[in-house]
């Protein structure tokens, strides 16, 4: 997994905020409430210090015009004190329509990319760790709580602030107007400029590298039943170490930039409110301003200082949201790698004829052709044995019947039809399939069993148990049928997992069948009831046998032999031994040893 990322671009900030736009998009009235009551909360800080110069004014008559004095005093502390309620019961209703505005968006994107994850292609989750895609959606979908809140709690109320207080102040001292709006403009694009250049690129790279952190861990979790094999945990501790250090170093520089960055962003604040200050005396001295109005400045630049203060760290969490939720946008703007046709419809397989029509295929960017012109047709009902050694080309055979890789040539058709037109959901609950490796939800065995049939009844369940010959083992479980496996089967053997991967196939009822190998993990005695059963089940069913132990196909009425994409035998046991220089005797013979016994 590459660790090389690309630095952040304008670009890639525009994916995130047309993403994140998309979704507002589908609460428009939410939205609009929450921006509208955020928006009119902020005037409480645009006008309160506007009479609080008004009271200082107030005050200043008593000596001259005492009941003036206590009346226009009056007026100005009851307009604040409604100005700051009217501010708390806004902004209450705008922080509470955030919650179901952000938790809607949140479980929206979570369901969303977990969908869109599910349907990538078999080659793009061969080559992704589980661990570093489940981090990227979770950090993603976090990153947009962290992007609301700062779009529309922090910088939408900060950029009403510093346009309205510079209007104001503009139209009664141009000057000050000028002083307010050239400074907030300095501070925003230096904070900008830092955020995006600067600070950036380090948190992105410290991004990616948290993201690795995920995938070694779970990497390791998930294999740690090899790694106790090995007495390796040494050695997985250490390649932990390793990756950690990096991604402390990685976070260690983006911390220290943000420091850095802050420091700058203060000098600027020092720089404004200095000169601010001394546009205030001098409009006094001047007669130009009455110490009211320098008492409305002074507030008013404490409240724009404190709004610019904070517009630095809402934009680095902004930047941090970006960064954050990069990699989650990304996911949706990866390609499908298998997709429906837009015209895709669900397959109706009744014979289960499986026919390949000069099928070519390579795998990724490989320039040499696994199958040229690959042409073959079983039969319906037919049962068929692949064999031959590996990389010759059995497992790619099943894969494209369940297209799960497309051909680069040629058609596969399934009783006439293309599977390429087809729906994946509808051609694949069709064709049951058996892997070498079994592979179980941590869910209970009746889940497990019942996957591939949603809603069967327990019965059910218990009987294709019973023609897998797992019944009796798991009956004598504590839990039966609702015992937990544990992550990928855990707390089973192997041949049990076995057993209960043979199980759901037979509780499928599919018309085509595939068994890698499904007799593989279990032990001797129960090899011969399993053998049996899978005898009844291929009855009258298109059935697809990869073999490793050519003993398993004798019985079939076909055999392929493969060779480097090609097949260059077909046909049952004895004919194919009856060649003696034929690719199959040999293969054979290599496995008993004694062909006469063999025969």
């Given at each position: 997994?590459?660790?090389?990322?690309?630095?952040?671009?304008?670009?890639?900030m525009?994916?995130?905020?047309?993403?994140?736009?998309?979704?507002?998009a589908?609460?428009?009235?939410?939205?609009?409430?929450?921006?509208?009551?955020?928006?009119?909360?902020?005037?409480?800080?645009?006008?309160?210090?506007?009479?609080?110069?008004?009271?200082?004014?107030?005050?200043?008559?008593?000596?001259?015009?005492?009941?003036?004095?206590?009346?226009?005093?009056?007026?100005?502390?009851?307009?604040?004190?409604?100005?700051?309620?009217g501010?708390?019961?806004?902004?209450?209703?705008?922080?509470?329509?955030?919650?179901?505005?952000?938790?809607?968006?949140?479980?929206?994107?979570?369901?969303?990319?977990?969908?869109?994850?599910?349907?990538?292609?078999?080659?793009?989750?061969?080559?992704?760790?589980?661990?570093?895609?489940?981090?990227?959606?979770?950090?993603?979908?976090?990153?947009?709580?962290?992007?609301?809140?700062?779009?529309?709690?922090?910088?939408?109320?900060?950029?009403?602030?510093?346009?309205?207080?510079?209007?104001?102040?503009?139209?009664?001292?141009?000057?000050?107007?000028?002083?307010v709006?050239?400074?907030?403009l300095?501070?925003?694009?230096?904070?900008?400029?830092?955020?995006?250049?600067?600070?950036?690129?380090?948190?992105?790279?410290?991004?990616?590298?948290?993201?690795?952190?995920?995938?070694?861990?779970?990497?390791?979790?998930?294999?740690?039943?090899?790694?106790?094999?090995?007495?390796?945990?040494?050695?997985e501790?250490?390649?932990?170490?390793?990756v950690?250090?990096?991604?402390?170093?990685?976070?260690?520089?983006?911390?220290?930039?943000?420091?850095?960055?802050?420091?700058?962003?203060?000098?600027?604040?020092?720089?404004?409110?200095?000169?601010?200050?001394?546009?205030?005396?001098?409009?006094?001295?001047?007669?130009?301003?009455?110490?009211?109005?320098?008492?409305?400045?002074?507030?008013?630049?404490?409240?724009?200082?404190?709004?610019?203060?904070?517009?630095?760290?809402?934009?680095?969490?902004?930047?941090?949201?970006?960064?954050?939720?990069?990699?989650?946008?990304?996911?949706?703007?990866?390609?499908?790698?298998?997709?429906?046709?837009?015209?895709?419809?669900?397959?109706?397989?009744?014979?289960?004829?499986?026919?390949?029509?000069?099928?070519?295929?390579?795998y990724?960017?490989?320039?040499?052709p696994?199958?040229?012109?690959?042409?073959?047709?079983?039969?319906?009902?037919?049962?068929?044995?692949?064999?031959?050694?590996?990389?010759?080309?059995?497992?790619?055979?099943?894969?494209?019947?369940q297209?799960?890789?497309?051909?680069?040539?040629?058609?596969?058709?399934?009783?006439g039809?293309?599977?390429?037109?087809?729906?994946?959901?509808s051609?694949?609950?069709?064709?049951?399939?058996?892997?070498?490796?079994?592979?179980?939800?941590?869910?209970?065995?009746?889940?497990?069993?019942?996957?591939g049939?949603?809603?069967?009844?327990?019965?059910?369940?218990e009987?294709?148990a019973?023609?897998a010959?797992?019944?009796?083992?798991?009956?004598?479980?504590?839990?039966?049928?609702?015992?937990?496996?544990?992550?990928?089967?855990?707390?089973?053997?192997?041949?049990e997992?076995?057993r209960i991967?043979?199980?759901?196939?037979?509780?499928?009822?599919?018309?085509i069948?595939?068994l890698?190998?499904?007799?593989?993990s279990?032990?001797?005695?129960?090899?011969q009831?399993?053998?049996?059963?899978?005898?009844?089940?291929l009855?009258?069913?298109?059935?697809?046998?990869?073999?490793?132990?050519?003993?398993?196909?004798?019985?079939?009425?076909?055999?392929?032999?493969?060779?480097?994409?090609?097949?260059v035998?077909?046909?049952?046991?004895?004919?194919?031994?009856r060649?003696?220089?034929?690719?199959?005797?040999?293969?054979?013979?290599?496995?008993t040893?004694?062909?006469?016994?063999?025969?």
């Amino acid at each position: 997994m590459t660790t090389h990322r690309k630095k952040p671009t304008r670009s890639a900030m525009g994916a995130v905020f047309a993403y994140t736009a998309r979704h507002w998009a589908r609460r428009k009235r939410m939205l609009a409430t929450v921006a509208g009551a955020i928006v009119l909360a902020t005037l409480a800080d645009v006008f309160i210090p506007f009479f609080s110069g008004r009271l200082v004014d107030a005050l200043l008559l008593a000596d001259t015009a005492r009941d003036v004095a206590l009346s226009r005093a009056l007026e100005a502390f009851a307009a604040m004190v409604a100005l700051g309620a009217g501010m708390v019961a806004l902004r209450h209703w705008g922080w509470m329509g955030m919650i179901p505005l952000s938790l809607g968006m949140m479980q929206d994107i979570a369901q969303e990319t977990f969908a869109r994850v599910q349907r990538f292609s078999t080659d793009w989750h061969a080559n992704s760790f589980a661990g570093s895609v489940m981090r990227k959606v979770t950090r993603g979908m976090w990153a947009v709580d962290q992007l609301n809140d700062t779009l529309l709690l922090a910088l939408l109320p900060s950029a009403f602030v510093l346009v309205a207080t510079t209007i104001l102040l503009a139209v009664q001292w141009p000057l000050m107007g000028a002083v307010v709006a050239i400074g907030a403009l300095i501070y925003v694009a230096t904070t900008v400029v830092l955020a995006t250049t600067y600070i950036a690129p380090a948190s992105k790279l410290s991004n990616a590298w948290d993201t690795r952190v995920g995938g070694t861990l779970a990497d390791a979790l998930g294999c740690n039943a090899v790694v106790k094999a090995y007495g390796a945990e040494d050695r997985e501790d250490a390649r932990l170490a390793a990756v950690v250090a990096r991604w402390k170093r990685r976070s260690a520089r983006t911390w220290y930039r943000h420091t850095l960055s802050g420091t700058g962003q203060h000098v600027v604040l020092l720089t404004v409110r200095s000169t601010l200050a001394a546009v205030g005396l001098w409009l006094w001295w001047r007669g130009q301003a009455t110490p009211g109005d320098v008492t409305y400045m002074l507030t008013t630049y404490f409240v724009v200082h404190g709004y610019l203060r904070d517009v630095g760290m809402h934009v680095h969490n902004l930047q941090r949201s970006v960064n954050e939720m990069d990699e989650l946008v990304e996911l949706h703007a990866t390609p499908m790698g298998i997709s429906d046709h837009p015209n895709a419809a669900p397959i109706a397989i009744t014979a289960g004829e499986v026919r390949f029509d000069a099928v070519d295929f390579h795998y990724g960017a490989h320039t040499t052709p696994l199958y040229e012109g690959l042409s073959i047709t079983i039969k319906g009902g037919e049962r068929v044995g692949l064999v031959g050694h590996s990389g010759s080309g059995k497992t790619t055979f099943v894969k494209l019947i369940q297209r799960l890789y497309d051909v680069t040539g040629g058609q596969i058709l399934i009783d006439g039809q293309d599977v390429s037109q087809a729906t994946q959901q509808s051609l694949r609950s069709r064709v049951a399939i058996v892997p070498q490796e079994p592979i179980l939800f941590h869910r209970t065995l009746a889940e497990n069993i019942g996957y591939g049939r949603p809603g069967a009844r327990i019965d059910e369940i218990e009987r294709a148990a019973r023609l897998a010959n797992a019944h009796d083992f798991i009956a004598r479980l504590p839990k039966g049928y609702e015992t937990l496996v544990g992550e990928r089967g855990v707390k089973l053997s192997g041949g049990e997992r076995q057993r209960i991967a043979l199980a759901r196939a037979f509780l499928v009822d599919a018309p085509i069948l595939i068994l890698d190998e499904a007799t593989s993990s279990l032990d001797s005695d129960s090899e011969q009831l399993i053998q049996a059963a899978i005898a009844r089940l291929l009855k009258g069913r298109t059935a697809i046998v990869i073999a490793h132990r050519l003993s398993t196909v004798r019985t079939l009425d076909r055999i392929l032999v493969f060779d480097q994409g090609r097949i260059v035998e077909d046909g049952p046991h004895g004919v194919l031994m009856r060649n003696p220089n034929g690719r199959y005797r040999h293969l054979f013979e290599q496995q008993t040893g004694d062909l006469r016994a063999a025969e």
